[in-house]
C-alpha cells in the first residue's frame, strides 16, 4: 500500500507540473509521514549522505570539463577532421556530422551540449549545401544522443554509483554501442544521400586530413587519457574526472587559446550551476530510492516479476517497455535513480550481467531525449535550428528507427557491451 501511495505521489506532482528534483523529495517525505515510523531527521541526513557518495565526485569535474572544451573552438576542429575524411562522399557532411557528434560526445559527456556545439554550426552548412532543414535538424537531433552513451558519459557515473558497478568497465562497455550507433547513422545517410542525389563534396587529399587531424587531436586525446589512465591502474575513474577537468583547462587556455583567464570564471559559474541542478535531482531521487527499499517495493516487484515466470529476454523486454515509457517524461539520471533500484536485483537474480544493464538502460533513455513531451535534445534543436518543437519532432521520428533498432541489438546480443569489458 505505501508503494502505490508513494509512486502515486509522484506522478501526481510530476502530472501538475512539479519539477523532479521536488517531486521526488515531496513524494519520499508525505509517505514516511503516513506509513513509516522514521522521522524527517533520519531523511535530512539521508539527503546529505548522498552527497558523500564517492563516485559522484566525478560529475562536477566531467561537467567542468565539457564546459571548457564546449566553450573554445574544439567542436569545429572535429568537424573539419570529419569533414576531411567522410565529406567527399554522398551525403558527406551529414556523414561528418554523425562522426563530430561521436568525437565530440567524447569530450564532454552531455547530449544538449553535443546538440549545441555540433547543431550551431554543421545545420546551416548542411541547408547550403543542399539538405532540407529537416534532414540537417533530425541527423543532430538524434545523432546528439551519443553524449549520454560515450564515454565519460555522466548517465553512466549515475548509475554506477546507484548500483555500484564499476564505473570503468561502464566507460568500456559504452564504446562499441556508440560505434554502432555511429556507423548505422552513417550507412543511412549514405543510401538517403545516394537516393536524393545530394552533391558532394571534392576530395581534398590526405594533406587536409593530417592537418585537420592535428588541430583536432588534443581535443580527442581526452578520452585516450580517461580510458587509458583507468585501465593502466593511474587513477580511478573519479580521479580521471579531476584530470579531465585539469586537461581541458590547459588545452583551452594554452594550447588552443580559444579562452584567456577572463573567461574561466564564466565557465565555473556555468559548470557550478548544471552540477548545482544536477546534484540536488540525484539527492532527491536517492532519498526516493531510500523510501523504496523502506517499503519493500523492489522486493515486491521482484517477488512479482519472477512469480510471472517471465524468461530473461522477456524481463528484458518488459523493462524496455518500462523505460522507453519514463524516458519520455523524466530527465535520463533521474529515471536511472528511480528505476535502477527496481529492475537492478531482479536482473541479478536472473543472471544479467549489471553492465549490460546499464547499458540497455542508457540505450532506452537515449532514445527518450528525441521523444516528446519532455525530450531535451528536442528543445535544444529547436533553438539551434530556428524550428518549432512541433517541426522538430517531425524531422527527428524517422530517426527514431535506428535508435529502437539498435537498443534490439544492444539488448538481446550481449556481447556488443561485453564484448570489451571481456578483453580487458
Sequence with gaps: MSGLFLLAMLFVCLLLGVPIAVSLGFASIVTLMVFAD??????????????????????????????????????RRMIDFADACVGHMHGGLAM??????????????????????????????????????????????????????????????????ATETSIGK??????????????????AIYLIARKRKIPRQPWRGWGRIFTTGRRAIWGMALVVIIMGGIYSGAFTPT??????????????????????????PGALVQSAKVTA?????????????????????PQMASRAII??????????LVVNVLLLIAGNFMEPSSVILILAPIVFPIAMSMGIDPVHLGIIMVVNLEIGMVTPPVGLNLFVTS????????????AALPWLMILLSVLIIV?????????LTGLM
Design 383 to 394: 533553438g539551434v535550428a530556428k524550428m518549432s518543437i512541433e517541426q522538430v519532432i517531425v
Design 38 to 75: 522514521q522521522s524527517l531527521l533520519s531523511l535530512a541526513l539521508r539527503f546529505f549522505h548522498t552527497m558523500q557518495v564517492y563516485p559522484l565526485l566525478a560529475i562536477p569535474f566531467f561537467i567542468l570539463a565539457g564546459t571548457l572544451m564546449t566553450s573554445g573552438g574544439v567542436a
Design 96 to 161: 561528418a556530422s554523425v562522426l563530430a557528434c561521436m568525437l565530440f560526445a567524447a569530450v564532454s559527456g552531455s547530449s544538449p551540449a553535443t546538440v549545441v556545439a555540433i547543431g550551431s554550426i554543421v545545420i546551416a552548412g548542411m541547408i547550403n549545401l543542399g539538405y532540407t532543414k529537416k534532414f540537417a535538424s533530425g541527423v543532430i537531433c538524434n545523432a546528439g544522443t551519443l553524449g549520454i552513451l560515450i564515454p565519460p558519459s555522466i548517465v553512466l557515473v549515475v548509475y554506477g554509483a
Design 411 to 419: 539488448t538481446y546480443v550481449p556481447a556488443v557491451s561485453l564484448l
Design 277 to 297: 541542478m544536477l546534484m540536488f535531482i540525484i539527492a532527491n531521487a536517492y532519498l526516493f530510492a531510500f523510501v523504496l527499499t523502506t517499503e519493500q517495493v
Design 239 to 264: 580521479e580521471a574526472a579531476a584530470v579531465s577537468a585539469v586537461y581541458a583547462l590547459l588545452v583551452a587556455l594554452y594550447i588552443h587559446r580559444d579562452i584567456g583567464w577572463k573567461e574561466v
Design 170 to 187: 561502464l566507460f568500456i562497455a559504452g564504446i562499441l554501442p556508440g560505434l554502432l550507433l555511429t556507423f548505422v547513422m552513417i550507412v
Design 307 to 316: 512469480d510471472l515466470g517471465l524468461p530473461p529476454w522477456g524481463f528484458l
